[in-house]
């Protein structure tokens, strides 16, 4: 039994290549929701639908996100109307919103509307709402506004310096149904190559989670998503700098010794592995840039024959 802690296209792109080499019922996903929005009146969950459309093979290649061959007739209607549509909402993808909008509404918790949805997509990859309660990544802009997070990723494209980053609701939050059992239960944790700080950071910050990690932490494994000091993909890298941490493997593994064994690090950040190995971490270097499914597959390979 496999459990993943996991963001979005980074993550996505990981256990895409992990069920090719494991069971896919085997894997338990543990997913981030605090990069989830209301617009429209409906309920987007980015990350678990990043995670669900990308193991069922429908993702947009290009994007990572949303699914492929959309249209954008609901998206160019509101244009007329001057509505919201700096976040990107395909035609497909709304009835996705509309269905999780509607059995939120009746009643029933995060955790079902995910396992519907993916069951409806034919995803036998268990997975796992961070938590069924609210939380919301806020971030503190260098301006001192605080925005919510897709405002900052998205509509500010990220383009602004920040100085804090804080996850609203995430002390009362109890962690979703299975997510303290998969941590217990799995024979491996793989942390996934996603944001450090906005995509593991609120998953962490569920009561219980973190602890749960450091009791079993020689079989947990990371993945850097920071390659030569740089993100393979979206701000990490800048948001580490802006945050006072050093852009590189180092700090992901400063940020994760206390819960993890072992760092996978890319063959570029090799000279790394002396200064990782001194923060307590067992260091593993691979090829971690995942070109295609089968590059995902020996990265997801590595990560589980590190341990
Ligand atoms: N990212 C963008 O950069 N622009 C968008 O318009 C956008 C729309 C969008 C719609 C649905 C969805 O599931 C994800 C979407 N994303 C978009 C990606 C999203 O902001 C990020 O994937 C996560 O929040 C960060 O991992």
Not at 152 to 165: A, E
Not at 168 to 185: F, I
Not at 192 to 199: I, L, T
Not at 274 to 281: D, K, M, V, Y
Request: glycine fraction near 8%; charge should be negative.
């Amino acid at each position: 039994m496999i459990a993943a802690l996991a963001g979005g296209v980074g993550a996505a792109r990981l256990l895409a290549g992990m069920v090719q080499i494991a069971d896919p019922a085997s894997i338990s996903a543990i997913v981030n929701t605090g990069d989830d929005i209301e617009l429209h009146g409906l309920h987007v969950s980015p990350d678990l639908d990043t995670v669900t459309y990308t193991l069922a093979g429908v993702v947009d290649p290009t994007t990572g996100w949303g699914l492929a061959g959309e249209s954008w007739q609901a998206m160019d209607a509101l244009d007329r109307y001057g509505g919201q549509t700096w976040f990107r909402l395909g035609d497909r993808d709304l009835a996705t919103h509309m269905f999780r909008t509607q059995m939120l509404r009746d009643g029933h918790p995060l955790s079902e509307v995910v396992t519907a949805v993916a069951q409806a997509w034919g995803v036998t990859v268990h997975l796992l709402p961070m938590s069924d309660d609210p939380v919301r990544t806020r971030i503190t802009l260098a301006s001192g506004e605080e925005v919510a997070f897709q405002d900052y990723f998205v509509r500010l494209r990220h383009s602004v310096p920040i100085t804090k980053v804080r996850f609203d609701g995430a002390e009362q939050a109890e962690p979703g149904p299975g997510v303290l059992a998969a941590l217990d239960a799995a024979d491996a944790v793989v942390v996934c190559p996603s944001n450090p700080v906005v995509s593991i950071g609120p998953i962490l910050a569920i009561p219980g989670v973190r602890i749960a990690l450091e009791r079993r932490k020689a079989t947990v494994v990371a993945v850097s998503p920071i390659v030569a000091g740089a993100a393979v993909k979206g701000p990490a890298d800048r948001m580490l700098a802006e945050l006072g941490h050093e852009p590189s493997a180092v700090s992901v593994a400063e940020l994760y010794s206390s819960f993890a064994g072992t760092l996978v690090i890319d063959e570029a950040d090799a000279a790394l592995a002396p200064r990782i190995e001194a923060t307590g971490l067992r260091c593993v270097v691979a090829p971690t840039i995942m070109v295609d499914r089968e590059a995902a597959a020996h990265l997801a390979r590595a990560a589980l024959d590190a341990l």
